[in-house]
């Protein structure tokens, strides 16, 4: 394909206002799809996207239209995955920003704008959803304008459930996205931005080609390790696989090449050929930081390998996701995990379980804190139970957010109030428009990582979005607390909080063990120390009854198949001392602030 | 050999609000019909052994018109019974009168188990039962038969230890050989359970449980929920405790033969048709040791260390799971029978469940 007629752009948005709905509507008018074959959100083809209804990874897809090749590549909405966005638009000159025409700009319309511009991107905007009764393009149009200097006949309208404008948005791509600059003739730089683990192609990379030319037959090398390998396919999809002999500068697709050492690839490194490799990697990606960090420990100790070799694979798929081994007393050897929020960390969390069939353990999320010790030493640490003794801090420091928050005026009041309860201090507020704002806050980062999307959503009816950026570390009053099981310490369940606050976290937290542990054949207490200085007791009384007190007539199965029942919950449990602990005990803390 | 034989008669006139059993409103007309299929099921699959134990439960076999219980009572009359066996048929109160005891008499029955369950008016609402003068009834058995057992339900939501109480004392006047007392289970697919009912507070069901034991001490308890005078223990319910073969006919009938454990169609319709296509287990050494060992542990005096190792060749003390319980002192030795610790009988399942 000529280069002047390749168009590669992402489709951006806050979540939900429909960007892969979009996406369909665009495969069905380029005939990538029949309409017979269309599913909802058709790039959305993993499990939990579909059960979840939302996107989780960014998807690229091939379509001819009008003579063009596009390269559109569907991103997610939510915050988590914001790392997906932004490797996605490394990839494109053009980016379609959707605002829903119901919602308004909401907080990652803002974020994934200004991702957008550091990319150099041609932004198109677009009202989505003009279908629906209660849309106000009108309003929607202001605040475009005014919040990012759009002019209004560059906006365009669309709607993903009829399909009305799609074709108006398509031409808008060919005539304002530019054409790839890359030049065929130079040395191949191609850049990964996404990959995958197949288990019987290997690590299946896509990439752009900036420059140059990849052939079925040539070998190629990876710049940052100067791995090389003989390529085995080469294509792209619609979703469909497509295989092709050639990708050259321009071109969005994927390339097999039967790499099992999954530590040869990382994402945004250079590929170039092997036999006449270009000098200079390109700029590649910024590292993304972890926000959270978690233990994963398998329930089964003897499963800790698979859990290693699911999470390299995994990490594969996911360039956010990080983990280096862990050990702990109470749940023996696992994985320190980084995640981008506690969304990223479930989808991890449900993906091993899911993918790779494996029973695991995770325990309470926790931020880095910077920990500055009496020799003035200043140590970072992610997980509580490493912290040093107390008499060997000086103090400690937690990282700090900026929010923000965009409501309607009407909620100001009740996400002031919230804010505070969770040691915010007030910022400014900025108005979009006459009835809608955007609330600057600065938070501890551990207080937004609980319940605060959930509160968010509640005392507004859901009406606001939130999104945030770190702003540093501040020192606070900060203690560990430790909770002992029968007695003994649990490192896996020791947390990092606010004095203040530890006396009413530990009662609680102590209150809800006691709930979701299990009675045990004998008394168990749980305590909550911080110091060495008990501050909270609760008891697990001992079981009474667990008898089957009747055999049917005879029909004494019926009893075997109980016990048998009985036996697989406790293989779900994990032996703790000689308690008997369900793994979500390690996350409740989750629960705790509410 | 086998030595027992079980009897299912699923009819009932009413229908307990906790019963989960196989059980069907009484009917005449299937009822008649039932027993030609009962008796042709018996004839298909009897090996004409000598029986030491013949138990007709239900359902209700009480239940039955005077001629079909009579005809009953013959279709049993089939069975080959040693000189010492045990002969149970099951009784609701209100069908006890001379005539069918003087026929279960007459038909070589020589035990009547009946279910009482509570002598308490609100009790006995509330599950779904009703109230006759149980003291005379039992008196009028007691003319025919001095093996008796009753059976005794505790643990209600309505129930207190006060309550029961006063039901353990009028079970004393009885003065019959034999009780049983299971705690209420709020099972599936009962009124109770539709109703949303909750089990009760473990604690206070313990309590009820150490209650029961307290107020019995006359009488041995042998298994979790049976008591006896001496010489009075269910012949038959220790062969399934004993893991040892037992007949089942009748719908819903579960039988343990040959290594196989087989429970029959539910389903009265396919019976009545002479379908007896039933559900069948086959068991290994691995499932029988299991068997023994969840059945036996209920016995309180325990599991025959010889009788094990005659049965399996193995020292039963040494297999893989049991040593580390009597380390724990969870199991107990004592005179050559190995039993669980008083103490954690009532949680047996805790400890049963290692042996699944
Ligand atoms: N009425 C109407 N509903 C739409 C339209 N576009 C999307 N939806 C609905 O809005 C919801 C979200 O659509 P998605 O396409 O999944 O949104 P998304 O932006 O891809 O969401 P994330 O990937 O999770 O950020 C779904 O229920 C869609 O059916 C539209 O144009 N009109
Ligand atoms: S509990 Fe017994 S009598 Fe009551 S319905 Fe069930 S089988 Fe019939
Ligand atoms: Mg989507």
Redesign the interface.
Known sequence: MNQEKIRNFAIIAHIDHGKSTLADRMLELSGNVSKREMTSQILDNMELEKERGITIKMNAVRLNYKGYEFNLIDTPGHVDFSYEVSRSLAACEGAILLVDATQGIEAQTLANYYLALENDLEVIPVINKIDLPNSDVEKVSNELINTFGFTKDEIILTSGKTGEGVDKLLDAVIDRVPAPKGNKNSKLKALIFDSVFDSYKGVIVHVRIIDGELNFKDKIRFMSNNSNYDITELGYTTPKIVNVDKLSSGDVGYICASIKTISDIKIGDTITLDNDPCDEPLKGYEEVKPMVYSGIFPVETREYDLLKDALEKLAINDASLTFIPETSKALGFGFRCGFLGLLHMDIIKERLEREFNLNIILTAPSVIYNVCLTNKDMVSISNPSDLPPVEKISYIEEPYIKTNIFTPIDYIGPIMELCENKRGTFRNMEYINETRVNIHYELPLSEIMYDFFDKLKSVTKGYASFDYELIGYRQNRLVKMDILLNGEKVDALSMIVHKDFAYNIGKNMVNRLRSIIP?Q?FEVPIQAFINNKAIARETI?P???????????????R??K???K??EG?KKMKNIGSVEVPPEAFLEILNLRS | MIKSC?I?IPFCKKICTYCD?CKFYYNEEWASKYLVSLENEIKLKYNNDLLDTLYI?GGTPSSLDISLFEKLLKICKTFRLNNNYEYTIEFNPEDINDEKLSLCKRYGVNRISIGIESFNKDNLKYLGRDYTNFKEKIDVVKKYFDNINVDLIYGLEIEDKNTLKKDLDKILELDVPHVSC??L?IENHTILNNMGVKPID??I??DM?KLINDKLKEYNHYE??NYAKEGFESRH?LT?WNNEE?Y?FGV?????IEDK?I?NSKNILAYINKKYNSFI?ELSKTDKI??EL??GFRKTKGISIDDFYNKYNIDIKELYNIKDLIKDNKLIIKDKYISINSD???????I?????
Do not use: T
């Not at chain 1, 079981?543 to 199965?557: E, F, H």
């Open positions: 009675r054949m009384k079981l009474r009854k667990n008898v089957l007190a009747k055999c049917y007539g005879g029909d004494i199965s009893k075997k109980l016990l048998e009985q036996k406790k | 079980y299912h059993f439960g299971y705690s289970m473990e604690d069901d313990f449980y979790i929920s319910n399934y037992y089942g819903g009938a579960a039988a343990y454990r429970l287990e299991s068997y969840i059945l954690y009988l009532y949680i047996e399942n805790e049963l469940s290692n042996f699944v």
